[in-house]
């Protein structure tokens, strides 16, 4: 039971348009969530997390939401660059039971932006 | 940021030998390590947890005795592949947290492809 999900594989974008990546996550007890930027061969890159106690979280061009009612959040980018083209993994992660730091990673998602 | 740098970066090995892959926090302790696994467009699969000074903590349905882990120090893990086989070839990749970063922060190594010919 994949208890993270990013149901979009894929997404394409015009530069200088807003890229929108959505994830869902069903494991009531996720408090902290982050988003991982991946190129092939490479390690993700840590890009921005949110805590539960927030609804949003800024830093520059990129800005996540959390709606936890819905348990979803996602991660919008604007303006999009021809160097984000990227895979995106959301990741959670649960603070209770002493394992606060183990993350749970959706399969990400595949960002192309075309110029 | 933090920098987690794993070495190597590529290894090819015949199977049946064994293969170690360092991870190693540059800037930071690393009071606790991740190792995962990832196959070609799967996600990343956690394989264990290790904290430093004692024994790693292993996902479900991953062998310990097969996948060696040492976190000695607190600036460096170790993931040793053991008896490998061509099934266990995959992109490997560490990640770590601890004093000196920033809240549940966890940065990642640049990852290592492990090929078992």
């Known amino acids: 039971d994949q208890q993270v999900k990013q149901n979009s594989p894929s997404l394409s974008v015009q530069e200088g348009r807003i890229s929108i990546l959505n994830c869902d996550y069903t494991n009531s007890m996720f408090d902290y969530f982050l988003w991982y930027k991946k190129y092939p061969a490479e390690g993700p890159t840590f890009l921005i997390s949110?805590?539960?106690?927030?609804d949003k979280n800024e830093d520059g061009r990129f800005t996540v939401f959390l709606n936890k009612s819905a348990k979803h959040l996602s991660l919008h980018i604007v303006p999009s660059q021809p160097g984000d083209s990227a895979v995106y993994f959301c990741?959670?992660?649960?603070?209770?039971?002493?394992?606060?730091?183990?993350?749970?990673f959706g399969k990400g998602t595949l960002l192309t932006v075309n110029p | 940021g933090a920098v987690v740098s794993q070495h190597p970066s590529r290894v090819i090995c015949k199977s049946g030998t064994s293969v170690k892959i360092e991870c190693r926090s540059l800037?930071?302790?690393?009071?606790?390590m991740f190792w995962y696994r990832q196959f070609p467009k799967q996600s990343l699969m956690l394989m264990a947890t290790?904290?430093?000074?004692?024994?790693?903590?292993?996902e479900q349905g991953v062998e310990k005795d097969k996948f060696l882990i040492n976190h000695a120090s607190l600036t460096l893990s170790t993931l040793t592949v053991t008896s490998a086989h061509p099934e266990d070839s995959s992109f490997y990749i560490c990640?770590?947290?601890?004093?000196?970063?920033?809240?549940?922060?966890?940065?990642f190594g640049e990852g290592s492809w492990l090929t078992v010919v």
């Open positions: 990640s770590a947290t601890g004093q000196g970063t920033a809240g549940n922060t966890i940065y």
């Open positions: 290790s904290n430093e000074g004692s024994k790693a903590t292993y």
């Open positions: 949110i805590s539960s106690i927030k």
């Open positions: 990741a959670a992660s649960a603070s209770s039971g002493g394992s606060n730091y183990k993350l749970t």
């Open positions: 800037d930071f302790q690393a009071t606790t």
